[in-house]
């Protein structure tokens, strides 16, 4: 069995799209968990109209969020989703059959950055994310926190993400699981949303990108607000 998990806060947007995409997947043996950071729209009830199991956490944060899911779920894989993610109707499957031919504790996956336009700029920098990630892959776990799978019981021995991280608790997690069992980048791609591009500007965020990526690389896990990455501060 796998269990979703999505942290949530303000979501009505983009967490229909994602859960109608989950419907749509030809592997069935799912739950959906939904925690939401007590959002003032409609997120929470469309969770909840979609079946999926929703619980309410006052403490806000991806990384809090997951692990509030995780530890309820009753999969033995865990895939961590952003609610603006997207993919194909084969996603989970092959994503599953791959995980498990290749015996791994925890994988990432490739991108395709997806706007409101199809700018040049979003398919060069998924370019060259995702060449960079397969080539770190053996010795460095470079990973975004919208597409992440991982064995529950990984999940446990680690015991989950890093809540003192402020941003990169996905590259963090990833690198533990690296550190500790087997961690690949899977060949397939997910939609990684642009909307952060578009709200801040290309130029910013890919600079802002660098900075997180690079501290983390280099000094480790980013437990000070050296960039604004504030959770649910989107549109």
Known sequence: MLSIIIPTLNEEKYLPRLLENIKRQDYKDY???????????????????????????????????????ARQAKGDLLLFLDADSAFSPHFISRAIKKFEARKLDGASFFINIVGKKNKPLYHLYAGVYNLFVYLCQRFKAISVGAAL???????????????????????????????????????????????????????????????????????????????????????
Request: proline letters at 2%; a positive charge.
């Open 31 to 69: 739950e959906i968990i939904v925690c939401d950071g007590y959002s003032y729209d409609q997120t929470a009830k469309i969770a909840q109209e979609n079946n999926c199991t929703l619980i309410l956490e006052k403490k806000l944060g991806p990384a809090h969020q997951r692990n509030v899911g």
């Open 149 to 235: 799978i991982s064995t529950k019981k990984m999940f446990d021995s680690l015991n989950g993400f890093d809540e003192t991280v402020y941003v990169g608790e996905d590259l963090e997690y990833t690198e533990r699981i690296r550190k500790k069992g087997k961690y690949r980048v899977l060949p397939l791609r997910f939609v990684f949303s642009a909307r952060r591009f578009e709200e801040e500007g290309d130029l910013v965020f890919i600079i802002k990108l660098l900075r997180v990526a690079a501290y983390s690389i280099f000094r480790g896990p980013l437990k000070k607000k050296i960039v604004a990455w504030d959770f649910g501060k989107h549109k």
